[in-house]
């Protein structure tokens, strides 16, 4: 028998907030690691400090999940439909428009090998470096259901399934890090292609869809905790500092492997950098209003979101076929040209969200409705 629907449930501006600054994050070092090499240490404890990214985003994307399915029964067929309706699209498009601009800067492949080059990298999530998180969100909606009957089964004992999945992350984390990849396909997709596995986020999508179930309670013992929760979440990233020093300076790990996303040592910064976004979007929710600049800035950052993700690296690729050469060539000191690109990409990035967001394709290219070339203000005023 189908549940009835529920309300409609408040946004969470300050999860919104945390989706907007993980994006930033995501932008910032992809654009670093474009100018600069990953193998020096700065750039690589950037890298680690950053990768939790990753890990933040399949928290945000299950948590969104069962703060809206959880407690309602829609069938898993129109679940498909809507979630995959919005991904599956955006995702082979950006796809086409990142193989295209391999395609055309490297030799051809003949028509056979240009047809399987562009099989394997859609199947795999490898047209270009970010697009794999897509993959990630794919499976995340394919075991959805399977995850909502296990927490729903599993309820009274919610501590264990806990449990159970951070043996999981690190028991894969271990395995990927420390043991040999065997020859083959399996070598290469379980440990070379690991982080386009769910398996490599399990506990922190648990994590996620505990956080939503127990929304109410959670929150409350957060807000009553704030400092606290400040306090653990910064002594996480000192000790985050920490590992990465001793792993590169005292155990002589090169800095590009000491930055391994895998890693299980990874857990320690990616979770000390959700709880200090969840503390900080939590304080400034106390605070919001709806007519401040930081919340209109984080509602319109929260509609461009992925369009900013899907396109950025383009913005990368396509300042760097002038921009940023120029830069790099007329300014020799990082800390003040590092900053001028970062910008840069931010900009582009918008710009082409913008445009996007106008064509007749912006359903298909960010995943949001077609917005109009004018303002309704202006649109109101000119008719």
């Given at each position: 028998m189908t549940a009835p629907r529920t309300a409609p449930r408040a946004r969470k501006h300050h999860v919104d907030l945390m989706r907007v600054i993980t994006f930033a994050c995501v932008v910032l070092v992809h654009t670093v690691g474009s100018v600069m090499s990953h193998s020096t240490a700065p750039v690589a404890a950037l890298?680690?400090?950053?990768?939790?990214?990753?890990?933040?985003?399949?928290?945000?994307?299950?948590f969104v999940l069962?703060?809206?399915?959880?407690?309602?029964?829609?069938?898993?067929?129109?679940?498909?439909?809507?979630?995959?309706g919005l991904v599956v699209l955006p995702y082979l498009l950006w796809s086409g428009i990142y193989?295209?601009?391999?395609?055309s800067n490297s030799p051809w492949r003949g028509f056979g090998g240009t047809l399987r080059f562009i099989g394997h990298n859609i199947v795999y999530g490898s047209s270009?470096?970010?697009?794999?998180?897509?993959?990630?969100?794919?499976?995340?909606?394919?075991?959805?259901?399977?995850?909502?009957?296990?927490?729903?089964?599993?309820?009274?004992?919610?501590?264990?399934?806990a449990a159970g999945a951070w043996v999981l992350q690190l028991g894969y984390m271990y395995v990927v890090a420390f043991v040999p990849a065997p020859?083959?396909?399996?070598?290469?997709?379980?440990?070379?292609?690991?982080?386009?596995?769910?398996?490599?986020?399990?506990?922190?999508?648990?994590?996620?869809?505990?956080?939503?179930?127990?929304?109410?309670?959670?929150h409350a013992w957060v807000t009553s905790h704030l400092r606290l929760l400040g306090a653990v979440a910064s002594l996480g990233l000192m000790a985050t500092g920490v590992i990465f020093y001793v792993r590169v300076y005292e155990l002589d790990t090169p800095p590009r492997r000491a930055a391994m996303a895998m890693h299980p040592a990874q857990?320690?910064?990616?979770?000390a950098m959700i709880l200090a976004l969840y503390v900080v979007g939590t304080m400034w929710l106390a605070r919001r209003r709806d007519d401040d600049p930081l919340?209109?800035?984080?509602?319109?950052?929260?509609?461009?979101?992925?369009?900013?993700?899907?396109?950025?690296?383009?913005?990368?690729w396509l300042l760097g076929q002038w921009f940023t050469p120029t830069l790099l060539a007329e300014i020799p000191?990082?800390?003040?040209?590092?900053?001028?690109?970062?910008?840069?990409?931010?900009?582009?990035?918008?710009?082409?969200?913008?445009?996007?967001?106008?064509?007749?394709?912006a359903k298909q290219l960010v995943a949001r409705d077609r917005m109009p070339l004018l303002p309704r203000r202006q649109l109101a005023t000119a008719s």
């Open positions: 890298d680690y400090l950053m990768h939790f990214t990753r890990y933040a985003f399949v928290a945000i994307t299950v069962f703060v809206g399915y959880y407690r309602r029964d829609d069938g898993v067929l129109p679940f498909y439909r809507r979630r995959f193989l295209a601009l391999t395609l270009w470096y970010h697009l794999y998180f897509l993959l990630v969100s794919m499976q995340i909606y394919l075991v959805f259901p399977l995850l909502r009957w296990l927490l729903r089964r599993t309820e009274g004992h919610h501590g264990l399934l020859a083959g396909w399996a070598g290469w997709l379980l440990w070379g292609r690991s982080f386009t596995l769910l398996p490599m986020y399990i506990g922190f999508a648990i994590l996620g869809a505990l956080a939503a179930v127990h929304y109410e309670r959670m857990v320690v910064p990616a979770l919340a209109r800035f984080v509602d319109a950052g929260s509609v461009r979101a992925f369009g900013v993700y899907a396109c950025h690296p383009l913005a990368i000191y990082n800390v003040v040209r590092v900053p001028i690109v970062v910008l840069a990409v931010y900009v582009t990035s918008v710009v082409l969200v913008e445009l996007m967001l106008r064509s007749p394709f």
